[in-house]
């Protein structure tokens, strides 16, 4: 599996504020519960070579993600780590200028995160189990200097509580794709800026952006 590949007629789950000091930098509170949203297919884009992004609508900002991809519809029942099959490091591009306006009105983010190319992904890798991947720390690089660290122990909500609950309320199966949050460090782009994304110190995924 290459980072072309773009699972066929899956749904796109994505996580807020599931690092606390992210939504510390943004001045929101950490929420109770999963805060849980989605983005059409069609955001989804290999990240590599030039990526074209909205740069008309205020501010693009950057947040890296470790992706979980499911092989099988999920149970809770059975252990997440058999029913993961690949991972990679993602971007969750948020237009933040249009999101501000969208919260203020209490309107769904649909238009600051749904857009297109809204969600990069690197090269899939095996998923190892949680125990591996909580061992090492995923990076964005911007422009060569590290911009965000993450590791999923730092996760709000881990990759059981987070599987139970989209399972139990929108259904979790083959082919989905879930963001688990970004940690802190996002900020906004220009045009030119080379993002490179970083699992255990090995390059996944390299792209400029093109505004």
């Known amino acids: ?42 955001a989804l884009v290999p990240w590599e070579g030039e990526v074209a992004l909205p740069g008309s609508f205020g501010a ?13 519809p999920y149970r809770p ?8 099959s690949h991972f990679t490091i993602g971007l969750d591009f948020t237009l933040r200028d249009v999101q501000d306006k969208l ?11 749904g857009f297109k190319n809204a969600a990069g992904l690197g090269r899939w890798m095996p998923y190892p189990g ?30 059981e509580a987070l ?4 399972g139990s309320r929108f259904g979790f199966g083959e082919g989905d794709l879930l963001f688990t949050g970004t940690p802190a460090g996002v900020g906004a782009l ?13 390059t996944v995924g390299d792209a400029v952006v093109v505004l």
């Not at 919260?103 to 995160?113: C, D, T």
């Not at 909580?134 to 122990?153: H, I, M, P, S, T």
């Not at 599987?163 to 989209?166: K, L, N």
Request: glycine share 6%; with cysteine; hydrophobic share 40%.
């Open 1 to 42: 599996m290459n980072a072309a590949r773009i699972p066929a007629a899956a749904n796109v789950y994505c996580v807020g504020r599931n690092y606390r000091l992210h939504a510390a930098e943004l001045g929101n509170e950490v929420p109770e519960s999963p805060m849980i949203f989605t983005k059409p297919t069609h």
């Open 60 to 72: 693009v900002h950057y947040e890296a993600e470790l992706v979980l991809l499911l092989d099988r």
């Open 77 to 84: 029942d059975r252990p997440l780590d058999e029913q993961i």
């Open 103 to 113: 919260k203020a009105k209490g309107h769904p983010w649909l238009e600051a995160k």
């Open 130 to 159: 949680y125990a591996e991947v909580a061992e090492r720390d995923f990076v964005l690089k911007l422009n060569g200097k590290e911009a965000q660290r993450g590791n999923v122990k730092e996760m709000v909500f881990g990759f």
């Open 163 to 166: 599987a139970a609950f989209v």
């Open 190 to 202: 220009t045009s030119g800026d080379r993002l490179v994304l970083e699992w255990d110190g090995e």
